[in-house]
């Protein structure tokens, strides 16, 4: 692992864990389908990186009752979550870039995460290379970045100010405009070499959402809270109004009051 991997805005984000639970069953069913493809029948050490509020963690738990079981967030909001509720899950505060795990892991699980750690040319090998013999690494990642909710974010970054000039900083819109994951052929041309197994798919979810400005919401509990903690006040309203109008128009409400969101997902579940 790169000694000096940086993502200030990210490492210093505040997250909301209220938010993120919004949408808990459109964001658990990936998860889900992750875990059900990791094949491994009884692994001794389990490591959920970004484990959030501790749901998919405590599942890890339940399903290899005598593994020992790592969640791993740098966010204390998440993990005060996740610590509420009783279980055997010992909770981790750090950055995955610079992690080493404590014990050689049989499985590195990771759902939603990665995404937000930049140099994955340098990142994925390493986290594999982690592994015991017959180990797996399970990761599961949005690809968002050509999403109109994304795109509009950014353009909304860009061109949302008075008369069309630029909010916040210039880092804050350099660090939003990284595209964050690549297709899926950059990571099986990663993995493949060392990986005895390696099953890589996309899945394109039509989510149904529901309430006023509900894609808006979706975003505010991810995609959105480096640019809402790093706007002040002032250019955090702006930016909300001026978003929200250009999703209402990329994603209409239909007759029956609901929004379909489109969102598309990378699944890799690689072997050693």
């Not at 990284?178 to 060392?194: K, P, Q």
């Not at 002040?232 to 379909?260: K, S, V, W």
């Amino acid at each position: 692992m790169p000694a000096h991997i940086h993502h200030s805005k990210i490492a210093g984000t505040t997250w909301s864990p209220a938010q993120y639970l919004r949408f808990g069953d459109h964001r658990l069913r990936p998860a889900l389908e992750l875990l059900e493809r990791v094949p491994l029948a009884a692994p001794r050490a389990v490591y959920d990186l970004g484990c959030g509020p501790g749901e998919v963690t405590r599942l890890l738990a339940d399903r290899w009752p005598s593994t020992t079981v790592y969640g791993l967030d740098n966010s204390p909001q998440m993990l005060k979550k996740a610590a509420e509720e009783t279980s055997r899950v010992q909770w981790i505060e750090a950055d995955i870039e610079g992690w080493t795990p404590t014990e050689a892991p049989d499985l590195i699980y990771s759902n939603a995460t990665l995404h937000w750690v930049p140099d994955h040319q340098a990142l994925f090998p390493c986290l594999l290379g982690f592994m015991r013999p017959g180990g797996c690494l399970a990761v599961q990642m949005p690809l968002s970045w050509d999403q109109p909710s994304h795109r509009l974010m950014r353009t909304t970054l860009a061109e949302g100010g008075p008369h069309g000039s630029p909010l916040g900083s210039a880092e804050l819109r350099e660090s939003v405009g990284r595209r964050w994951v690549e297709d899926a052929g950059y990571y099986y041309n990663l993995l493949a070499s060392a990986a005895g197994s390696l099953d890589i798919w996309e899945t394109e979810y039509l989510q149904v959402l529901e309430g006023e400005d509900p894609v808006l919401e979706w975003v505010k509990g991810t995609g959105l809270r480096p640019i809402l903690n790093s706007l002040d006040a002032a250019e955090r309203d702006i930016f909300l109004a001026a978003y929200a109008q250009r999703l209402r128009e990329a994603y209409p409400m239909r007759p029956d009051g609901r929004t379909l969101y489109p969102f598309r997902r990378l699944f890799i579940v690689a072997t050693t």
